[in-house]
C-alpha cells in the first residue's frame, strides 16, 4: 500500500515549455486535489476532483489543468509554464465523495522551478 | 473570506517539555479542523481531525482542541522529543467550502 505517489520529485523546466505532473492513489479514494506550497503564502488548492469524472477550480487555477484519469489517478497540467510557477506541488487524496469532509493523505510532492 | 492564523511562526522548546501550538479562524461556520505535520523537504501528515460538533480529539501524546465559538485551536504535545521537530499546519474546511491552510508553526525540540 503506497498511498499517494507523486512523479516527478523534481523537475527544471524553461520559461514555455509544458509538462504533466502525475499523481495516483492505491486507497481507492474518490476525491483527489493539486495544492501548491510557497514560502510565505502556504499551500493555496490549485484544483480538485471530488468524484471519479468531476473537476473543479480552487483558489490558484490559472495557468493549469488537470485531468482525472480514473477513479486512482489525477494528473496536473502546466501548458506554458511561467517563472511564477516555481513551487513544491502536492497531490492529496481523501475517501468521502464531494472533498474536503475527511482527512486529507498527502504524496510526497514534486519540486519544480521554472528558468 | 476564512483566513487561518497560526501563532508563534516559530518555536524552540527543551526536550521534554509540554507545549501547545495555536490556530485561529475568523470564520466559525466550519465543518471540520484538520492538524498536519509536514518535515522539512516532505509532503503532509494528517494527526487529528476534529469534526465541527466535537470539542477535541486524542492520539498518543497529541490532544487538539477545538471552539468554533472563539475562532480557536490548540495542539498540546505532551513530554516533546527531538523527533517532534517538525512544521505543525493547521487548516479548516467551511461547509461546502475548501480546506484553508495556515501558515504553519515550526517547531524545534532541543536535546
Known amino acids: 500500500n503506497a498511498g499517494v505517489t507523486q512523479t516527478p520529485k523534481f523537475q527544471v523546466l524553461k520559461t514555455g515549455q509544458s509538462m504533466t505532473l502525475q499523481c495516483a492513489q492505491d486507497m481507492n479514494h474518490n476525491s483527489m486535489y493539486w495544492y501548491r506550497q510557497d514560502p510565505g503564502m502556504g499551500l493555496r488548492l490549485i484544483y480538485y476532483s471530488a468524484s471519479e469524472g468531476t473537476t473543479d477550480k480552487g483558489e490558484v487555477p490559472n495557468g493549469y489543468n488537470v485531468s482525472r484519469l480514473n477513479k486512482r489517478e489525477f494528473s496536473l497540467r502546466l501548458e506554458s509554464a511561467a517563472p511564477s510557477q516555481t513551487s513544491v506541488y502536492f497531490c492529496?487524496?481523501?475517501?468521502?465523495?464531494?472533498?474536503?469532509?475527511?482527512?486529507?493523505?498527502f504524496g510526497p510532492g514534486t519540486r519544480l522551478t521554472v528558468l | 473570506k476564512q483566513e487561518v492564523t497560526q501563532i508563534p511562526a516559530a518555536l524552540s522548546v527543551p526536550e521534554g517539555e509540554n507545549l501547545v501550538l495555536n490556530c485561529s479562524f475568523t470564520d466559525s461556520a466550519i465543518y471540520n479542523l484538520q492538524w498536519f505535520r509536514q518535515d522539512p523537504g516532505k509532503g503532509l501528515t494528517s494527526l487529528l481531525l476534529i469534526q465541527s460538533s466535537q470539542r477535541e480529539q486524542t492520539s498518543g501524546r497529541l490532544n487538539a482542541s477545538l471552539d468554533k465559538s472563539s475562532g480557536r485551536s490548540t495542539l498540546y504535545i505532551a513530554a516533546s522529543q527531538p523527533g517532534d521537530s517538525a512544521t505543525y499546519l493547521c487548516a479548516v474546511s467551511n461547509q461546502g467550502g475548501k480546506l484553508i491552510f495556515g501558515q504553519g508553526t515550526e517547531l524545534s525540540v532541543k536535546p
Open positions: 492529496a487524496s481523501s475517501e468521502a465523495l464531494g472533498g474536503f469532509t475527511d482527512t486529507q493523505y
